[in-house]
């Protein structure tokens, strides 16, 4: 590899005059990129603490007991705070080793007077007891890898602490000053905000200035998504460059020095991003800002699309590994679309507006007069051609569509500019970021072209208040609520818009993404965008001469290769398997949970369960209102496993009963996909888990049908029989673990039993209701409790296999040991999908097959 590298760069320095030498330059840097990761990969040391976890010398989800230094200030949430060590030792197992390495700790909230957690600070040396993980929490196809997200957030491991009588601080290590400033600053300004603004308001604004999101309640930052405006309250580019361009103007109203302009506009910009975290996406922003500004400053103000180029080499050679980071390729190719193809388009449509005669473009521009008239109305400036017109000896009548006096010098034409310039960009980042919106979000926002620049208008007011509002306050408070009173204000009227858009449907909608070699069409798509930049940079709108036929015919082919593409993507005829005649049962790893796909040999789907996560809130309603934003089972687990398959469409959700770890789920699968139908058997409107799941169903226009015993469907050759719950005129009673939904599915001499959470109670209504309950598989019921699989049960089941959902590690020691032995001294096969992942298991009817994610 080395050496294909150095032949293909002298290569290219002798040939550099022959056209061939871009191919064998671009030869030459993909083969050092190939290094270059390679090197990275390698250089990690075999005492940094995720090599000891992947080389299994410490067992994740193990005690152990670290010590370290706090290497920036103490991240504060909702219930508790997050630290960030750099770890120096490690006992396990009673030996104690030097590590390197950054693990991230999650403290709870104490209110004890005197605690260790609270006197934590950045510099702290610390000591700390705790379960240390590093692998996926969820084994399921599609679901994202744990460790490589920590491994690009630059964080070995996490840990969770449940008492602050495991923490210990040692000692304080010397700090660097004026960063323990910036830290202190940032956090006295999240205790302002707290104080002084609602919680909604407080957690957009510390989340879009301070970087910090913990405050963020789930429904707002829902809501920014479904609008595709999450973006703006993530710190990131879009921060740096407006902070950045914001402190350059005022910087250069008091000195014309381009070298003060950089020193102060740079050092201000790195210490904020340093008080906002620093996380790679700022750093980044940060190092192409200052790249960018360094060039003004020496007077090298190359091509934008150089200066790009530039700065991306530069962050590839500090980490190749960015390439395949995902927040870096959002950043290349939405600062990319508004290099090469917004900023230019917008510049061209500016020359057509505002043409006058000159020595290089003395006739009008060369385009159609509908596009004539529109630029003119948005870009024609009366006052310059005034200017011009008296600077030279000869004089001139141009005509001007009919445009009044108060359109052309009041703010209305002004304030259409900069909307039309502002739908432009947004319009074209939105079209080139599509293959990566479906691939990471698998969403499409259709309403984001409007909604960022309404958000983005009123977050800067909001942001701009409450600022100002933090500063008065040292003066008095009195002189401060006005500014805390209009970042309220700002705050409800620009979530105003996103409510409207997201309420009636009209904001996004998710989607399904290619997998396996269907993955080529999102780079094929790129290829057609490759060609509009390229001849919107050779459009010459002042040319005499019209341009030529082919190149009018070959700009007309890419944008409807554009379109065509689009429109495989949003649709994906493609995505799914089509059916093979065999019946397909996934029984998901949702931790402590159930959910199960049922896939019909003629393709019909049903999702019985979602999984979900206990409700902190209690079923009576009780405790503390805010929600944080925690990407549900449902979304990070069910959704995601969905997508993988190719599928956007479900044709039957069954809740089998209402508790948290069943029901919840399927609130988010309502959501996220077009449903048939939803089967439940009873409506307890007062349960709040079943009562967000009946709403978004009704939202979403689903109709419910009630389930009961003795009901049946049929799919083809596979029945689907209901043995559970009873009919009764109690449908609106509470819908517990007894009155579960449980299903028998047959296809020709095979059958699987899905039982829900029923206990020894609904057992035995079972065996004593007649019919016959034998199954090849059953889901043990209630995640193998030791109030569920009597003896009686088990042996009228009479299955091979039983699959266990559950947790690796369950809060309620599921599955109990006397469960399982029972199963095993009946000749049956075990399962738990804690350690085999996503167990699926298809027949044709005859035979069994059965796959594990985890072998």
Partial sequence: MILICVVSGIAAIILRTKPIATAIVLIAFFTAGMISVQVENSGVRSNRIRSLIDNGLVATDSPVELEGVVFRAPEPQSEGMVVDIDTSNIIYRGSDRSVAGRV??????????????????????????????????????????????LDRIGIDATCSVKSDLLVEEVSVESVFLPLKWIYDVRSNLIRIFQRELTQPTAGVMIASLLGNRYFLDKNTAELFREGGTFHILVISGLHITFFGGLLLFFVRLFTGNRWIQFVVTTSIIWSYTLAVGGDLPVTRAAIMFTVLLFAYVIHRNGTPLNSLGGCVLFLLVLRPSDLFDPSFQLTFVSVGSIVVLAYPLIEKLRQIGSWTPTQDAPFPPNVPKWLRRTCEIVFWNPDAWSVEINQHVWSASLYRSELPEWWLRGGLQRGLRYISEGVIVSLIVQICMLPLSIVYFHRVTVSAVFLNLWVGFWIAIGSLSAVLGSLFLAIGRLLAVPFFKTAELTNVVLQSAPEIFAENGWASFRLTAYSGTGTVIYFIYFVPIVLL??????????????????????????????????????THPFSSDRPDGRLHVDFLDVGQGDSTLVTFPNGTTMLVDGGGRLDYRGKDGEGDDFEPDIRGIGEAVVSEVLWQKGLSHIDYIVATHADADHIQGLTDIARNFHVSKALIARWPSDDPDFKAFADKVRQRGIPFEFVSRGEAFRFGDVAVEVLLPFADERL????????????????????????????????????????????????????????????????????SQAVISVGRRSPFGHPHRDVVERWQAAGVGVMTTGERGMISISTDGRELKVATFIP
Avoid at 133 to 138: G, M, N, T, Y
Avoid at 773 to 791: F, N, Y
């Fill in 104 to 149: 991230r700790l999650y403290l709870p909230q104490t209110s004890e007077p005197i605690s260790s957690i609270r006197d934590l600070n950045y510099g702290s040396r610390m000591r700390v007891t705790c379960r240390i993980s590093r692998d996926d929490a969820f084994q399921n196809p599609g679901v994202r890898n744990r460790k490589e997200m």
């Fill in 533 to 570: 930049a390229y001849g919107l940079a050779v459009w010459n709108p002042m040319a005499t001469r019209s341009p030529k036929s082919r190149d009018v015919n070959v700009f007309s082919a890419a944008g409807a290769a554009v379109a065509l593409l689009a429109i495989l993507l949003i």
């Fill in 732 to 799: 609106n009673e509470p819908w517990g673990n007894d009155q579960s939904i449980v299903l028998r599915i047959s296809m020709g001499s095979r059958s699987f039993l899905l039982t829900g959470d029923i206990e020894a109670v609904a057992e035995r209504q079972l065996l004593g209701g007649g019919g016959t309950l034998r199954a090849d598989v059953v889901k043990v019921p209630h995640h193998g409790s030791r109030t569920s699989s009597t003896q009686e049960f088990i042996d009228a089941v009479q299955a």
